[in-house]
């Protein structure tokens, strides 16, 4: 079974950082894509940032652009959000993902196999 297990989330003051791991572990892991997500209090899961495994391809959502960055380190299978100038309406939970398999890009929602418990982010005003 695999696992995906998120870290890093706490409260930050706006226009502050946070950097998010999650790290994968379980029977051999091999995923050609994984992605953010967010859900804040009341509203739908949505779409963050994704990386293909290659490392080549990122995708943003358009709210993110510019303010987060999406990396992997193969060797420690994990990925890592770092979020800068944090605005309040990036409180939520957070939530990686992983797709085994698929060609598409950026990657469907319900091609995501393996999701993580999530991670909590409150911004402050």
């Known amino acids: 079974q695999v696992q995906l297990v998120e870290s890093g989330g706490g409260l930050v003051q706006a226009g502050g950082s946070l950097r998010l791991s999650c790290a994968a572990s379980?029977?051999?892991?091999?995923?050609?894509?994984m992605a953010w997500f967010h859900q804040a209090p009341g509203k739908e899961r949505e779409f963050v940032a994704a990386?293909?495994?290659?490392?080549?391809?990122?995708y943003y959502s358009a709210s993110v652009k510019g303010r987060f960055t999406i990396s992997r380190d193969n060797a420690k299978i994990t990925v890592y959000l770092q979020m800068n100038s944090l605005k309040p309406e990036d409180t939520a939970d957070y939530y990686c993902?992983?797709?085994?398999?698929?060609?598409?890009?950026?990657?469907?929602?319900?091609?995501?196999?393996?999701w993580g418990q999530g991670t909590q982010v409150t911004v402050s005003s």
């Open positions: 993902a992983a797709r085994l398999a698929g060609r598409s890009w950026p990657p469907l929602y319900h091609e995501y196999a393996y």
């Open positions: 379980g029977r051999t892991f091999s995923s050609n894509a």
């Open positions: 990386i293909h495994w290659n490392g080549a391809n990122t």
